[in-house]
């Protein structure tokens, strides 16, 4: 007797062609924690709608609105495979009525972040260091704000993408959205970061290793690291710091003024024309001294002291 889990493994199998390896990770965390403990065993034919819209409104009630309906879109994916397969002949989770339930409430986020707002979110987090998460953790949120990276391209970043000899992170095309290789010139300060998480080395390939073994850091603990810290959704999320290295380098910082392209290369945001091509390895020496710069205006405004 096929039950719930057997599909949900074969169905995850087949999406996972189409995956990053972070993305297929987040997936089934998401399956696992919200479905499969409640309806994995059972029968995948004796499933009724009922269970499925329980596990969805206890998702409801613990305020899981947005998770709730990639949950229930996955759902929904698995029973049409089992229909395909020839296990049932219906899709019990389609009968059931979305507009019951809560409607996800747009969280003010931090658009842009001024000078004063900058000095004081990177003081709290690094006066906090160590004393609200794990040395993963604590390193990985003092190490978003120099490379301007995606949370998950941090969390996941390995051993063997970093040349502390060369002073050069190289991030392989199957880790980053641009589906390109994409190098980021070491700062000095993300030097001496990388070299203190070296200090901590745990036999692991990854530089932010999870602390219950395994895998990496997730890009929720980082988001738990600026909660716990007491900075608010409208004053960083973070992706933030991506869009506000973005806004002060266009604006220009220091009396420096930097090329846009040399700035959206560092962003690694997706070019397919030749011209971008060409740029992404022209470039590099432009990033090396812009990275250099960034990195020390932010050391000029964080402002450390006890706390």
């Not at 709290?124 to 953790?137: R, S």
Request: hydrophobic share 35%; charged share 25%.
């Amino acid at each position: 007797m096929n039950t719930f889990n057997d599909v949900y493994k074969s169905w995850h199998n087949r999406k996972m062609i189409n995956w990053t390896k972070e993305s297929a990770i987040v997936s089934d965390s998401l399956m696992t924690n919200h479905v499969i403990k409640a309806i994995g065993n059972k029968p995948i034919n004796k499933i009724n709608s009922k269970m499925i819209d329980e596990i969805l409104l206890f998702m409801d009630v613990k305020g899981f609105v947005a998770s709730r309906k990639k949950v229930h879109s996955k759902v929904v994916s698995v029973f049409n495979l089992a229909i395909r397969d020839g296990l049932i002949d219906y899709n019990p989770s389609l009968a059931i009525d979305t507009s019951f339930y809560k409607r996800a409430t747009p969280t003010p986020r931090a658009t842009s972040i001024k000078p004063k707002d900058i000095s004081k979110i990177l003081t709290i987090l690094n006066n906090n260091y160590h004393h609200l998460q794990t040395w993963q953790v604590s390193l990985a949120s003092q190490l978003m704000p120099y490379i301007m990276s995606r949370p998950i391209e941090v969390c996941g970043l390995e051993w063997s993408e970093v040349d502390l000899k060369d002073r050069v992170i190289i991030i392989p095309k199957e880790r980053m959205k641009s589906d390109r290789e994409h190098q980021i010139p070491m700062s000095n300060q993300v030097y001496d970061i990388l070299k203190e998480a070296e200090t901590h080395h745990v036999n692991s390939k990854y530089v932010f290793p999870s602390p219950r073994g395994g895998e990496h850091i997730s890009t929720r603990s980082l988001l738990q690291r600026l909660r716990r810290s007491g900075i608010k959704a409208n004053e960083l999320t973070t992706h933030g710091w991506r869009s506000m290295a973005s806004t002060r380098l266009n604006e220009g910082i220091d009396s420096k003024v930097f090329d846009k392209d040399i700035i959206e290369i560092q962003l690694a945001h997706k070019d397919t024309t030749q011209r971008g091509v060409y740029n992404h390895a022209a470039y590099f020496d432009s990033r090396v001294e812009m990275m250099q710069s960034w990195a020390d205006y932010l050391d000029k405004i964080i402002k450390i002291k006890e706390i």
